[in-house]
């Protein structure tokens, strides 16, 4: 405002006969009112900074690649820029090794829930469990194997395939149980999370209606960054429980329990 009111004094004090009457002076008039008139069209624009990067070290500010690599930028859900080895430098593998973070991380919440309540129900430690033919009954060996190597196998080589051409697998004869191939596609439409009625029945991330599966992106986020955390958890959980079981102890044990 202050600048725009100067500019007019100066243009008026132009503007008088004393100062006005060649031609150079007039076209110096011209180009003070047009520079007058850009200045009156300015507009205050104000951005949003970003949030700051998170660090698994945030006391400390300096480190280069150690504390802050580059390469991790804070957009995948529990980036604290850890990555001392630089693993994730290569684009591709980055996307490769937080993929199998997922599913890592997910068979470990699922080990260490079935390891406690496993050894509570039958009292046998999870490491001699399936020694015992009793723990697994009444499923027998052969079963056990089967479904090892033949449906998980199968479940697992749809997974590797869809990560390399996402959507591929979503065909209408690989789910029979569905009637269409839409109810058993990614309803996120992000790698690793597919969500729908089948992934998410209890719409912790997204609401169905009309038939059809609707994200909620804030819940989303907040559950993916929940997701990792626990599974990171498990993940170190699950190594503890394999240094006790080298000693013969169990996590129950182990507790007092």
Known sequence: MAMAAT?????????????????????????????????GQRRLVI??????????????????????PEWLDGSLPGDY????????????????????????GRWAMTAVVGIFVGQAWSGIPWFEAGADPGAIAPFSFGSLLGTQLLLMGWVESK???????????????ATPWSKTAENFANATGEQGYPGGKFFDPLGLAGT?????????????DRLKVAEIKHARLAMVA????????????????????
Do not use: C
């Open 7 to 39: 500019s007019a004094a100066a243009l008026q004090a132009i503007g008088t006969p004393f100062l006005s009457g060649s031609r150079s002076s007039r076209a110096l008039l011209a180009a003070g009112k047009a520079s007058a008139a850009v200045t």
């Open 47 to 68: 951005t949003a900074a970003l949030p700051p990067k998170k660090s698994w070290l945030p006391g400390v500010k300096a480190g280069g690649s150690l504390v802050d």
């Open 81 to 104: 820029g850890f990555d001392p080895l630089g693993l994730g430098k290569d684009p591709a593998f980055l996307k490769w090794y937080r993929e199998a973070e997922l599913i890592h």
């Open 159 to 173: 997974r590797w395939v869809d990560f390399f051409n996402p959507e591929s697998q979503s065909v209408e004869w």
């Open 208 to 220: 169905l209606k009309n038939g059809v599966y609707v994200v909620d992106e804030e819940k989303l």
């Open 238 to 257: 699950m190594l503890i429980f394999y240094f006790e079981a080298g000693q013969g102890k169990t996590p129950l044990g182990a507790l007092g329990l």
